[in-house]
């Protein structure tokens, strides 16, 4: 058993406690409390084995980056921003090259950099949206939770046929592993419920979705216009056939049946009041990636219409193809310049409980309450700090960052 002393505390499901007590037995918390003598929060009395006092510090859980494209790691560098999504995407693909394979090099070494660069920067579970599949097993190497989505594309497809072409490889890759959409542009009406249908019967219920990313897709959605009609045009994934819903992304899979409390909603920068509030009612979570939604061109989402609409809003990063690292407080950071009117104790409860509740790992992680497990960060702090929670939110670098958990530093 141990017991760490540190200058704060910040178990995120409660308020910051000054002089705080952690309490770790065997890799779980067992209690924690303020200085002196008292109740550990689990109940009973705090053993005094002699805490480790880690100084001028401040302990809080692991951080969780909700959406993430590992096996683009290898594009660090090479996709230069743009001023229309549509012009950054045709940059990727022309990157990019084809589809990555499992056991390409450059693909799997770039991923294992990227995932030692989320552990420094003090991430410890991710959703990672993957095509090849090759993310699960340098997860899994390096001890990273979180589920792996396979994502899946297909704007002519008429059935669910495609999902067949990847279930051996979903059930061979370990891990937690479900299934992913693309977005309205890339995914056809019969694939978006056939993709639905299969993960709500699977072990991994959860669905993530890029959704409301970018004007070029709010048009084609109300009118069957603009770029991405284009688009698809020019390479023959048009078809003729395709109804045009007149209406909202929120509204369109809304329609088709396949959001609900258990769908990761990623970018939402074009959502209007309407469709925000509609996500709340239907429980599902929005994940933000302020720092890419600008790199691709797509403006900047507004986060603070997101709060207050009462949506549960986690965080991400997005790819190393479109933010400069991964590290999830500069996110934070972005979130703070963005939405200086929501609490930094609202961001932070973003960037670990929601979204371990959004992955469903809130039995383990995401805050620091007994039970958990003692995935635990501890932050150098530079001086005094009246504000803990405002401090955390404006920045901090991976140097400032030790891990306190079963994997270490």
């Known amino acids: 058993m141990t017991t760490y002393r540190a200058a704060w505390v910040c178990p995120i499901d409660r308020p910051p406690i000054r002089d705080g007590l952690v309490v770790v037995e065997a890799g779980r918390i067992v209690g924690i409390r303020g200085p002196g003598p008292g109740q550990t929060q689990s109940g009973s009395r705090a053993p005094e084995p002699g805490p480790r006092d880690l100084g001028n510090t401040v302990l809080l859980p692991g951080l969780i980056n909700a959406h993430v494209h590992l096996e683009l790691s290898w594009l660090r560098g090479r996709v ?68 792996v989505f396979h994502e899946l594309l297909g704007f002519t497809q008429r059935d669910g046929a495609v999902l067949e072409e990847g279930r051996a490889a979903r059930a061979a890759a370990p891990g937690r592993v ?21 993960v709500t019967g699977a072990a991994c219920p959860i669905m993530s979705v890029h959704l409301g990313e970018s004007p070029e897709e709010s048009e084609l959605l109300q009118g069957g216009t603009g770029p991405w009609r284009r688009i698809l045009e ?22 088709l049946g396949v959001i609900d409390a258990r769908t990761l909603v990623v970018h939402g920068v074009q959502f209007d009041e309407a469709a925000l509030s509609r996500l709340a009612t239907i429980g599902a979570t929005l994940v933000t990636c302020p720092r890419s939604n600008q790199w691709v061109g797509v403006g900047v989402p507004p986060i603070e219409r997101f709060y ?13 193809a479109s933010v400069e690292d991964l590290n999830l407080f500069s996110e934070l950071k972005a979130m703070r310049r963005i939405a200086p009117a929501v609490p930094a104790r609202k961001l932070l409860e973003s960037a670990t409980l929601v979204g371990a509740r959004s992955l469903g790992l809130e039995a383990d992680l995401g805050s620091l309450t007994p039970g958990k497990r003692a995935e635990i960060l501890a932050i150098d702090l530079p001086g005094p700090v009246d ?3 405002e401090h955390l939110v404006n920045g901090v670098a991976p140097s400032r960052i030790h891990h306190l958990g079963t994997r270490g530093n």
């Not at 299934?179 to 639905?196: D, G, K, N």
């Open 80 to 147: 230069p921003p743009a001023g229309k999504f549509t012009d950054w995407v045709k940059q990727l693909v022309a990157s990019r090259g084809g589809v990555e394979r499992p056991d390409d090099p450059a693909v799997v070494e770039s991923m294992r950099a990227a995932i030692a660069e989320l552990h420094a920067s003090g991430t410890v579970a991710v959703g990672d949206i993957s095509n090849s599949l090759a993310s699960p097993g340098p997860m899994r190497d390096a001890g990273l939770d979180g589920v």
């Open 387 to 389: 504000d803990i929670e």
């Open 308 to 320: 207050r609409s009462g949506v549960a809003v986690a965080v991400g990063t997005d790819s190393l």
């Open 234 to 255: 020019s390479i023959g994934l048009w078809r003729d056939d395709w109804s045009v819903p007149a209406c909202g992304p929120v509204e369109y899979l809304d329609r």
């Open 178 to 198: 479900s299934l992913a959409p693309h977005a309205p542009y890339s995914t056809s009406p019969e694939l978006f419920r056939a993709i639905r249908e299969a």
